[in-house]
């Protein structure tokens, strides 16, 4: 016990981190980051602020990051992945026959859609990020697109099934995806205007009710 107090203290010291210890500040950092340009956009974030609300230095983040451009893309690529990976994940375990069965096809798109509206919902200052950036060109919305393009390849291989078998024919792949931003993303980066509306916090107590309306809007006949 005493030689891990000492190393502890010679790591503090030094600067250095146990491997444990450095993921844990990039997670404090990328979800102090998160909030804060959430909150107040880019341009409006400091470094050292993101350091405070982590409760770690600015030395640190410019040592796992870099730049505070990098410290964006970094959340971006986090936030990014948290609906990637359930998104490969369901998509991923469809068989040949499932790809030939409307019903499963459209199962598993009600499931996709649930997903994006939970985590939306889970981390809605990933959609008020998107708000900010969304206003005017810059890289760091040039990078988002990227990644968002990124993500959408596998649904975009998705979505071709969908329309062989005659499936929200009304519908091209841009136009869905928007729909589905709009209404089962960005309405939950607007969270109180839009629990004004749905009568209840919809980020918990009418997040399932108002999702599935919007799935219904989809698929009225199922």
């Keep these: 016990m005493q030689n891990s107090t000492m190393t502890?203290?010679?790591?503090?010291?030094?600067?250095?981190?146990?491997?444990?210890?450095?993921?844990?500040?990039?997670?404090?950092?990328?979800?102090?980051?998160?909030?804060?340009f959430a909150k107040y956009g880019f341009e409006g974030s400091s470094l050292r602020n993101i350091a405070k609300a982590a409760g770690t230095t600015h030395g640190l983040i410019r040592h796992h990051f870099g730049s505070k451009e990098d410290v964006?893309?970094?959340?971006?690529?986090q936030s990014i992945e948290s609906y990637g990976k359930n998104e490969r994940f369901l998509i991923g375990q469809l068989s040949n026959q499932d790809l030939d069965d409307p019903k499963k096809l459209i199962a598993i798109h009600k499931e996709l859609l649930r997903n994006f509206a939970r985590i939306s919902a889970e981390r809605p200052e990933m959609m008020r990020m998107l708000m900010h950036e969304?206003?005017?060109?810059?890289?760091?919305?040039?990078y988002l697109?990227?990644?968002?393009?990124?993500?959408?390849?596998?649904?975009h291989h998705f979505f071709e099934h969908l329309h062989q078998k005659d499936i929200l024919p009304y519908l091209d792949h841009e136009s869905c995806f928007l729909?589905?931003?709009?209404?089962?993303?960005?309405?939950?980066?607007?969270?109180?205007?839009?629990?004004?509306y749905v009568g209840g916090d919809i980020l918990h107590e009418r997040l399932e009710a108002y999702t599935e309306r919007i799935i219904k809007i989809l698929y009225p006949n199922d």
């Design 8 to 36: 502890e203290a010679v790591e503090q010291r030094s600067g250095r981190q146990t491997d444990e210890a450095a993921e844990k500040t990039k997670e404090a950092i990328l979800a102090a980051a998160l909030s804060e």
């Design 72 to 77: 964006f893309y970094a959340v971006v690529d």
């Design 134 to 142: 969304g206003s005017k060109p810059s890289e760091r919305l040039a």
């Design 145 to 155: 697109y990227k990644k968002i393009e990124e993500l959408n390849d596998s649904y």
């Design 179 to 196: 729909f589905i931003l709009t209404n089962l993303g960005l309405v939950f980066g607007l969270s109180e205007v839009s629990s004004h």
